[in-house]
C-alpha cells in the first residue's frame, strides 16, 4: 500500500527528476505551485519506486496524476498500491489517459475538463505584441509607458519583503478575506515569497512608479523553453498595469519560447482575458474514473 506523506522542500529534486522524466507539462505539476497549495488543497504524495503518486484531500479527496517517466509501467501493480479499488484521478494529461484506456478497456471512463486547461503563448508575441489582435493590449502598453515614470525590476532577494507588503496592500485592497480564493492565494503566495531561497527555479519581476509599488508577477522556469506564470498582480489606478507586468517581464526573459499562463478554472471573465492574449495552444487536462 502506497505511505502518503506530506510535501516536502527535501525532496525538492528528487521530485524535479521524476517530473522531467514524465509527459507531464501541465503547471499543476510544477514543485513550487504543488509545494505552494499543498496546504490549501490537502495534497500529499506518496513514493514508488519509479512514479510519485499525489492525493488531494480538499475540497473533495481525488488523486492526481503519478509523475515519472510511464513507459513500461504495469499499471494493474502499480494502481493496485492505492487504497480505492475505483479511485478518481483529476488534472490528468492526455498521455496518461491513452494508457489507461490502452491497460483497462473499458474500465476507464475519461472526460475533458475545460476548465481546468492550461493556456500556452508565444514569449515573442507577448512582447511584440503586433498587429491588430493585440492592438488594444500594445495601446494601453504605450499609455503606461507615457503617463507615468516607471521602473521595471526582476525579482531578487533584497527587494522580497517589499514584495509581501506590496501582495498584503493589495490583499486589503481587493479585501481578501471575503473571498476563500483569494485568501488561499493570498497564503500561498506569501509562502513563496518567504521560501524565496529555497525554491529552484523561481523567478519574478516588479513594476514601481514614480518609486511606489504597482505590480509584481512571480513565474517559474519549467523547462528549457517555458515558462509558468504563478501569480501577476497590480493596482489599476495605474492604467495599463496588467500589460507593462505582463510585457516587461518576458522581454526581459527571451530566452523562453513559451509561457503558461495556467487555466481559467471556468470564470467567464478569466476566460475572456486570457483569449484575448491569443493563446498559441492549450494543455489538455481529463478527469478519469476507473469503474
Not at 34 to 50: F, I, N, Q, V
Not at 203 to 230: K, N, T, Y
Request: one cysteine or more.
Amino acid at each position: 500500500m502506497q505511505r502518503f506523506e506530506p510535501i516536502s522542500l527535501e525532496r525538492q529534486d528528487a521530485y524535479r527528476q521524476r517530473l522531467a522524466a514524465s509527459t507531464i507539462t501541465a503547471s499543476d505539476y510544477s514543485f513550487i505551485n504543488l509545494w505552494g497549495w499543498a496546504e490549501e488543497y490537502g495534497l500529499a504524495w506518496a513514493w514508488g519506486d519509479d512514479l510519485v503518486w499525489i492525493r488531494q484531500s480538499w475540497p473533495e479527496e481525488v488523486y492526481w496524476a503519478p509523475v515519472g517517466p510511464i513507459d513500461g509501467v504495469r499499471w494493474a501493480d502499480a494502481l493496485a498500491g492505492l487504497s480505492e479499488s475505483n479511485p478518481v484521478f483529476t488534472r490528468v494529461p492526455r498521455s496518461i489517459t491513452l494508457a489507461w484506456e490502452e491497460s483497462f478497456p473499458g474500465r476507464v471512463e475519461v472526460n475533458e475538463v475545460r476548465d481546468q486547461w492550461d493556456y500556452l503563448y508565444s514569449v515573442e508575441d507577448l512582447v511584440k505584441l503586433s498587429g491588430n489582435r493585440y492592438h488594444k493590449k500594445k495601446n494601453l502598453l504605450n499609455q503606461f509607458k507615457k503617463r507615468y515614470n516607471y521602473e521595471y525590476r526582476d525579482l531578487t532577494p533584497d527587494i522580497l519583503e517589499r514584495i509581501i507588503v506590496m501582495q498584503e496592500r493589495w490583499c486589503a485592497w481587493k479585501d481578501c478575506e471575503s473571498s476563500e480564493l483569494l485568501a488561499a492565494e493570498n497564503r500561498v503566495v506569501v509562502r513563496l515569497l518567504r521560501a524565496w531561497h529555497m525554491l529552484r527555479d523561481i523567478m519574478g519581476g516588479a513594476v514601481f512608479v514614480d518609486g511606489e509599488d504597482a505590480a509584481f508577477c512571480i513565474a517559474e522556469r519549467f523547462s528549457p523553453d517555458i515558462l509558468i506564470m504563478h501569480v501577476e498582480k497590480g493596482f489599476t489606478q495605474y492604467i495599463g498595469i496588467y500589460q507593462a507586468i505582463n510585457q516587461m517581464f518576458l522581454a526581459a526573459h527571451q530566452e523562453y519560447r513559451f509561457v503558461n499562463r495556467q487555466q481559467d478554472l471556468g470564470e467567464e471573465g478569466l476566460r475572456k482575458a486570457k483569449l484575448s492574449y491569443h493563446p498559441v495552444d492549450f494543455v489538455h487536462k481529463y478527469r478519469v474514473r476507473f469503474l
